[in-house]
C-alpha cells in the first residue's frame, strides 16, 4: 500500500471520554487520549525550536483536558484546538498515524 494512503484521514470524531478517533483510509482506527495529544505538542511554546527539548510540563496541564476542535490544516495536518486554550499546535497525519497507541502498530505491525 503507498504511503500516500496510509496517511490520509477518511474520518476524524471527537468521542467520549476525551478520546480522538481517526479512522484512515486503508480502514484502520486509531484512538489518542486528548491529553496524550497535548502532551506530544511539539509547537514552539511546547518544545524548544531550537535543542527540541521539551518545554511543556505535563503536571502543569488540567486533569479534565479535552480537544475542544479539530481543523484540518494544509492537506495532511490537523490543528487541535485544547480547553486549556492551547491552540498553536500542528498534528501531520503521518506523526498521528506513526504514533497509533494501539496493540496492532505498537507491536510494529503494518
Ligand atoms: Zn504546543
Ligand atoms: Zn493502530
Not at 500516500?4 to 471527537?14: F, K, N, S, T
Not at 483510509?25 to 527540541?52: I, K, M, N, Q
Amino acid at each position: 500500500m503507498s504511503s500516500i494512503v496510509r496517511y490520509q484521514a477518511e474520518q476524524i470524531m471527537l468521542l467520549e471520554p476525551a478520546t480522538l478517533l481517526v479512522v484512515w483510509v486503508d480502514g484502520h482506527e486509531s484512538l489518542y487520549s486528548h491529553r496524550s495529544l497535548r502532551e506530544t505538542c511539539e509547537c514552539a511554546s511546547c518544545v524548544d525550536e531550537w535543542t527540541r527539548k521539551p518545554i511543556l510540563d505535563p503536571d502543569s496541564l488540567p486533569k479534565n483536558l479535552r480537544v475542544v476542535a479539530v481543523e484540518p490544516t494544509g492537506r495532511y495536518g490537523l490543528n487541535l484546538k485544547f480547553s486549556d486554550g492551547h491552540a498553536t499546535g500542528i498534528w501531520s497525519l503521518e506523526r498521528l498515524r506513526e504514533t497509533c497507541p494501539c496493540p496492532e502498530c505498537e507491536k510494529g505491525v503494518s
